[in-house]
């Protein structure tokens, strides 16, 4: 069983930066992604990551300030966020997939083919 293990959350101030992590048991084969959930606008993917082959992705409103890495030692992944903005408030989820996904592997748009799911972990950023 894959039981993704969020830490790292809280709150900051607009501009400010976050590092969250996600344990994942033996992750050597899956997609490793950040979703996140703001209140009255869903579930969304943030950024992704293939643990093979270091491949990543990233959604549009992050590209640039957020980074996503692995420390396959540790079978963790990252997300440092850089430049928060209070439009980035919400509960972060790190999932797992190792799920064949349609056309872009560990896509974060095929939020179906996520299938092993973290607690969440709350992130403010107050303006």
């Known amino acids: 069983q894959v039981h993704p293990v969020e830490s790292g959350g809280g709150s900051v101030q607009a501009g400010g930066s976050l590092r969250l992590s996600c344990s994942v048991s033996?992750?050597?084969?899956?997609?490793v992604g950040w979703f996140r959930e703001i209140p009255g606008k869903g579930r969304a993917g943030v950024a992704s990551?293939?643990?093979?082959?270091?491949?990543?992705h990233y959604a549009d409103p992050v590209k640039g300030r957020f980074t996503i890495s692995q420390d396959n030692s540790k079978n963790t992944v990252y997300l440092e966020m850089n430049n928060l903005t209070p439009e980035d408030t919400g509960t972060y989820y790190c999932?797992?997939?190792?799920?064949?996904?349609?056309?872009?592997?560990?896509?974060?748009?095929?939020?179906?083919?996520?299938?092993?799911w973290g607690q969440g972990t709350q992130v403010t950023v107050s303006s």
């Open positions: 033996d992750s050597r084969q899956m997609c």
């Open positions: 990551t293939y643990i093979r082959s270091s491949t990543t």
């Open positions: 999932a797992a997939s190792d799920r064949t996904f349609s056309y872009v592997w560990c896509s974060l748009e095929e939020i179906d083919q996520w299938n092993y």
